[in-house]
Nanobody
Framework: QVHLVESGGGLVQAGGSLRLSCTASGGVFTRYAMGWFRQATGKERDFVAAITRVGSTMSYADSVKGRFTISRDNAKNTVFLQMNSLKPEDTALYYC?????????????????WGQGTQVTVSS
């Protein structure tokens, strides 16, 4: 029922910033915790960040703590990922996902709906 569309990816220089957006439709946005995951070419999909239903709790992968910030605007059915101090190793296809359990899980298996992904490429 939930359709997710990511946007905001692109090419950015190392040390720069980028903000990703994910807009949801077809469901009640506030019922879902939202997560961001990324998958580099030839690698498994990894957890990046997650946020609970009303944004009371945020969690991050160790690799992005202090650099990335997840937030949500429930009035706009949108979750954001602000990425600062970007590194070449951040290069990946970034996906947003919706979790009906609402616990901001780092495990992909707990997310029911996924977007199509948006590419982030960080040049050195």
């Amino acid at each position: 029922q939930v359709h997710l569309v990511e946007s905001g990816g692109g090419l950015v220089q190392a040390g720069g910033s980028l903000r990703l957006s994910c807009t949801a439709s077809g469901g009640v946005f506030t019922r879902y915790a939202m997560g961001w995951f990324r998958q580099a070419t030839g690698k498994e999909r990894d957890f990046v960040a997650a946020i609970t239903r009303v944004g009371s709790t945020m969690s991050y992968a160790d690799s992005v703590k202090g650099r990335f910030t997840i937030s949500r605007d429930n009035a706009k059915n949108t979750v954001f990922l602000q990425m600062n101090s970007l590194k070449p190793e951040d290069t990946a296809l970034y996906y947003c996902a919706a979790d009906l359990y609402g616990v901001a899980s780092p495990h992909p298996v707990n997310y029911e709906y996924w977007g199509q992904g948006t590419q982030v490429t960080v040049s050195s």
